[in-house]
């Protein structure tokens, strides 16, 4: 029987593994908060996006896109599973853990997120799962 770690991963840590992953990644931990900003491009044929990532222990991460901004497919009144401040829906509550590494998890989530986001603003239909929601703060 396997044994789930429980404890949170240290920030530092968190850090490393970001920027092993993402050599293009920048980050810092100061009191107590992870922040880290990388480019990100989720396939050849699509843009590279700056993404800023914060994160403190026993609160969600929170992503948002810094450049270029997010745009509205030309039916949409608001961009798809985004929470207020544009801050990236990646999983469902639970899903993602303290334990778990951002670099493994949240970052090529973000890349997935941001393929469907284009795959959106070509043809105004969200396929990249999930539910819809309304406005609310991040999980």
């Known amino acids: ?9 240290n920030l530092a840590r968190q850090l490393v593994t970001i920027t092993a992953a993402m050599p293009s990644a920048e ?7 992870l ?6 491009q989720p396939s050849p044929a ?3 996006y700056t993404v800023r990532l914060a994160y403190r222990h026993a609160t969600p991460p929170s992503i ?12 949409a009144k ?4 985004v929470f207020i401040g544009d ?22 989530w973000i890349s997935e997120w941001l393929m469907h986001y284009e795959l959106w603003l070509v043809t105004g239909r969200w396929a990249g799962g999930g ?8 999980q």
């Not at 922040?35 to 990100?40: A, E, G, Y």
């Open 131 to 138: 539910h819809t929601h309304a406005v609310q703060q991040p």
């Open 87 to 108: 801050k990236l829906c990646l999983y469902y509550r639970g899903e993602w853990k303290h334990h778990m590494l951002l670099a493994h998890t949240v970052v090529p």
């Open 64 to 75: 948002t896109v810094t450049d270029p901004p997010l745009e509205l497919h030309p039916d």
């Open 35 to 40: 922040v880290c900003t990388m480019r990100i």
């Open 27 to 33: 980050g810092r931990v100061h009191r107590g908060e």
């Open 1 to 9: 029987m396997a044994i789930t770690p429980t404890r949170a991963v």
């Open 78 to 81: 608001k961009l798809p599973h």
């Open 46 to 48: 699509s843009r590279a």
